[in-house]
């Protein structure tokens, strides 16, 4: 079964950096797209980044300018280079990817983001 493992969360002062990474656990034939989703209590899930297989490159306006998405040449791994943290940005992040021949996409299994003032 395909697995998604997800890595790189932790606790940053405001205005600290952190790194995030998913992995396919194997190569698939073609992956869309694959990128992070974010919530937290009392807010609705939100997509934050997401990179497609062409290379472009959505973010949600708040991230933009401090979130850089990539992709390893390989295509197994995408990171999230979060800086310039701020409190708003505390929330469990879970990596997704989507395989064309599927209707559902793969979820990681979430890791915790907390950015303290």
């Known amino acids: 079964q395909v697995q998604l493992v997800e890595s790189g969360g932790g606790t940053v002062q405001a205005g600290g950096s952190l790194r995030l990474s998913c992995t396919l656990s194997?190569?698939?034939?073609?992956?869309?797209?694959m990128g992070w989703y974010r919530q937290s209590p009392g807010k609705e899930r939100e997509l934050v980044a997401r990179?497609?297989?062409?290379?472009?490159?959505y973010y949600v306006s708040s991230v933009k300018g401090r979130f850089t998405i990539s992709l390893d040449s390989a295509r197994l791994t995408w990171y999230l280079q979060m800086n310039s943290l701020k409190t708003d940005d505390t929330a469990v992040y879970h990596c997704y990817a989507k395989e064309h021949s599927m209707t559902l996409p793969y979820w990681g299994q979430g890791t915790q983001v907390t950015v303290s003032s």
């Open positions: 990179i497609t297989d062409d290379g472009t490159i």
């Open positions: 194997e190569s698939r034939p073609r992956i869309d797209y």
